[in-house]
């Protein structure tokens, strides 16, 4: 598709003509966001450098009818980023300063071009730091990190990206700035920027981000524990957490991932345990001493063969390098691997790993499970090689049996990656008719023409007719005997 | 006691959305001073109670919208859990489904945040009888826009809560509180040289001269803190910030007009007569202002903002006013929940 002559020198002439790319050389390398096996490439790239610009972009596309697709980074693992036909995508790359960082104040104000890890960076000299950790925290941008309510390793005790920015600057395709919450904390009126955190660029352009900084812990200590048998591994995780315990993170791996993290970075993972756990305790040294004893014992009663905590900072950074490098550690193991992103409650953990062992036996495909266990969320990551016929369809076939339990046990599609374009689908296990058209609602409060990241994030009841459609055999819902709650 | 109003809840919705009739959405009526006087026929939520789902070792407590605060505070209790944002209760009949609406936090909200992070899922009535849910149980979920956070402080405009699921946390080691005597100057200087450092102070208020302190911890650390902190250790400390909670301290008594000041850290004494209470160690300021006198200028000039908590005197708005495109983007928000206008209208501001 050609772009509109007039739309491109209204975007050239508000931001110069390096800032605007029709080329195809030039826009290829912004066809597909982290989930690259959806490529569109963008027939205009913009790429502002300052709020102003931003707003110029859309009030430009509001005035061609154009729609608008906002990317940071690109990392995004759901497709929220896919450049949509015939629109715009709108880099926030350039707006990459902090504005300010005020160490006696704890905030800190950003363009959404920064990266997650900068702002800690930044931070750290002044003992502090900005608690939200993606595995992508060295590219993410908190642009990024906002429109997905990006997580991390740490979240359990330290929050969401919601529960840690303050405030941010929004310009709308209405072509109109909105100022959402504040550094007081509390802002009059109803709670925006918590609606629009995991808003998936539907709803507006953030431009300037603040956010909260936390003291870095006096204390920190990391325990590792193998475990003979995943349920009881699974087990340790509900005790730990109902004893009162709330670790900074709390992770797990089952054998596969043991094994293919060791043999990738060699961390020192004990590879004949059928499941590990880290568990990392921060926060006053008394109370780390005492939370790290209880923790201990409660470890061994669960059955733990191997308890090892980490002597140093070096040794806890190896110890966790495992796990942080679990996904491309997997992703040697097969040609090509999908990540799913479910959450469900944790007294299901157990069950629900040995629902996706036999789910993945019978579709002949190998899963390996890295997941954060504090907060329930689990990565399936399921193995295939996209050159043998069916197996992509297999794939992705056993990815949405894996979601579809997930919600039959009363959890969620998607725990932090977002829906994108990647979960279209499943959003229509999880979320009736009534529920969908209320989102569209909210979508047509903010964004009444629909030109602000058209088609992701929330399926059209249309979509969902044909996939319950595919989905549905012989008229009975998967796991008809679960409860659905 | 415990009963599933759902249905009765929504005929009652249908039926005055078809008369286009206003409701006044009502759980245990301990909150009816907060907002904007509401005139409509009653909607009485209290029947629908019940607490629905708590597993301590999921972190997560579901209950029905009329369900009370205290009910749910007792069970949290029994395993040793608590709703972390401390909410005041106002009176013995508040409900879970008020305290959300309401969106108020108590003495630990500066250590452990507002009541919307605590919010997980809801299932919301909305003002066309649509009964929705929104969120969930589990403690990470980005399926869908977050409507049910949105829920937090939305005081009815939006919905009924017929349920709602908050993440809970346990109870901590230990407590202790220290009281220092200072002028507010001092006092917002200790706050802020305080929350420098990385101590567990989960409160810290200040008002008539004294400071209080609280603290929470293992023994072990509590006693390093009340050692490098100084000052005396209150013994009855729950009484001190139970009456600063539920504004039953001296400083609340009269009629005189109440004040609320949220701001930033670090703002200095407001321009503003008579000594404040401070809470949230300085974010959340107290006034008591002679009728007629405002605090929206000498909080928004501070980068917060006021609110008319109590005894409005009808001079004045009672919540600070929005800019346009945001007061905009609510009537919008408010037309997809409740197209007939019918929820609490005017409760949060006029037309809304």
Not at chain 1, 283 to 304: K, P, T
Not at chain 1, 318 to 340: E, H, I, N, Q, T
Not at chain 2, 163 to 169: N, Q, T
Request: aromatic share 4%; charged share 20%.
């Amino acid at each position: 598709m050609t772009p509109d002559p007039a739309l491109v020198s209204e975007l050239k002439a508000a931001l110069g003509a390096d800032a605007v790319l029709v080329s195809a050389e030039a826009c290829a390398p912004f066809e597909c966001d982290a989930l690259n096996t959806q490529r569109h490439r963008p027939e205009v790239v913009a790429l502002p450098r300052s709020a102003e610009q931003v707003m110029a972009v859309l009030r430009a596309c509001r005035r061609h009818a154009t729609p608008v697709v906002a990317r940071g980074a690109g990392t995004g693992l759901s497709g929220g980023a896919l450049p949509v036909a015939g629109g715009v995508l709108l880099v926030l790359s350039r707006l990459n300063r902090i504005v300010e960082l005020d160490p006696e104040r704890r905030l800190a104000r950003v363009e959404p071009g920064v990266t997650n890890l900068e702002i800690s960076e930044a931070a750290a000299p002044h003992g502090l730091y900005y608690a939200p950790d993606p595995s992508s925290q060295v590219a993410c941008t908190i642009g990024g990190n906002v429109a997905e309510n990006s997580g991390g390793v740490h979240c359990l005790k330290h929050g969401l990206t919601v529960h840690n920015l303050l405030e941010a600057r929004v310009a709308t395709i209405d072509g109109e700035w909105l100022t959402l919450g504040s550094p007081a904390g509390d802002a009059p009126g109803l709670p925006l920027l918590s609606l629009l955190t995991g808003s998936e660029g539907m709803l507006g352009v953030v431009v300037e981000a603040t956010v909260r900084l936390k003291p870095l812990p006096e204390r920190v200590e990391l325990l590792m524990a193998a475990f003979a048998d995943v349920r009881r591994c699974a087990d340790a995780v509900g005790r730990i957490i109902a004893s009162g315990i709330v670790p900074a993170g709390l992770e797990m791996m089952d054998e596969p991932a043991i094994r293919a993290a060791e043999a990738f970075v060699r961390c020192g993972y004990p590879t004949d345990a059928a499941a590990l756990l880290l568990c990392e305790l921060d926060g006053l040294d008394h109370d780390v001493q005492h939370d790290l004893q209880a923790v201990e014992a409660l470890l061994r009663e669960c059955g733990a063969t191997t308890l090892r905590v980490a002597t140093d900072a070096a040794e806890r950074l190896r110890m966790w390098s495992g796990r942080k490098s679990a996904f491309p550690a997997v992703g040697r193991l097969a040609p090509d691997y999908f990540c799913m992103d479910g959450t469900i409650p944790r007294r299901h953990l157990a069950d629900v790993l040995d629902r996706i062992g036999e789910m993945s036996r019978a579709a002949g495909l190998p899963v390996a499970n890295v997941f954060h266990a504090g907060d329930g969320n689990l990565h399936p990551l399921i193995l295939f090689d996209a050159g043998q016929p069916g197996d992509v369809e297999r794939a992705e076939q056993l990815g949405a049996e894996i979601l579809e339990l997930c919600v039959a046990v009363g959890g969620t599609v998607t725990g932090e990656h977002g829906v994108g374009v990647e979960k279209l689908g499943p959003m229509c296990t999880q979320f009736g008719s009534d529920e969908l058209e209320a989102f569209h609602g909210v979508k047509r409060a903010f964004d009444p023409d629909g030109l602000l990241n058209p088609g992701k994030a929330v399926p059209t009841l249309a979509r969902c007719a044909d996939y319950g459609a595919m989905r549905v055999h012989g008229g009975k819902l998967p796991f008809a005997h679960l409860p659905r709650f | 006691m415990d009963r599933d109003d759902t249905e009765a809840l929504v005929e009652r919705v249908r039926e005055a959305t078809a008369r286009r009739a206003p409701l006044r959405v009502l759980g245990g009526g301990t909150k009816q001073f907060l907002g904007r006087a509401v005139d409509g026929e009653l909607l009485a939520t209290s029947g629908h109670r019940g607490i629905l789902r708590h597993d301590p070792a999921e972190l997560v407590l579901t209950a029905r919208g009329g369900t009370p605060l205290a009910e749910v505070e007792a069970q949290l209790a029994r395993c040793s859990q608590r709703l972390p944002f401390e909410p005041p209760h106002f009176g013995a009949d508040a409900t879970i489904g008020g305290t959300v609406a309401g969106g108020l936090a108590g003495p630990a909200r500066a250590w452990a945040g507002p009541l919307r992070d605590f919010v997980l899922g809801a299932r919301v009535l909305t003002g066309d009888g649509r009964v929705l849910r929104f969120g969930g149980e589990v403690m990470k979920n980005v399926a869908g826009y977050d409507v049910a956070r949105l829920m937090a402080g939305s005081l009815g405009i939006l919905g009924v809560l017929l349920d709602v699921s908050l993440k809970v946390l346990p109870l901590p080691a230990g407590e202790r509180t220290l009281a220092l005597e200072c002028d507010e100057p001092g006092a917002l200087e200790r706050l802020a040289q305080l929350s420098r450092g990385a101590l567990p102070l989960t409160a810290g208020s200040w008002t008539g001269g004294r400071l209080h302190l609280r603290f929470e911890g293992s023994d072990a650390t509590l006693n390093v803190i009340e050692r490098r902190v100084g000052g005396e250790v209150v013994p009855d400390a729950q009484a001190f910030w139970a009456s600063v909670r539920e504004q039953s301290h001296a400083f609340f008594a009269g009629r005189q007009p109440l004040w609320r000041c949220t701001l930033p850290p670090l703002v200095p004494s407001l321009p503003l007569e008579g000594a404040p209470l401070l809470e949230w160690n300085g974010l959340q300021r107290w006034y008591r202002c002679p009728p007629g006198v405002s605090a929206f200028e000498a909080a928004a000039a501070a980068g917060g903002h006021a609110t008319l908590f109590r005894h409005a005197s009808g001079a004045h708005e009672v919540f600070a006013s929005l800019a346009a495109p945001l007061l905009q983007l609510h009537r919008a928000l408010k037309r997809e929940f409740d197209p007939a206008g019918i929820l609490n209208p005017g409760r949060m501001y006029a037309d809304l």
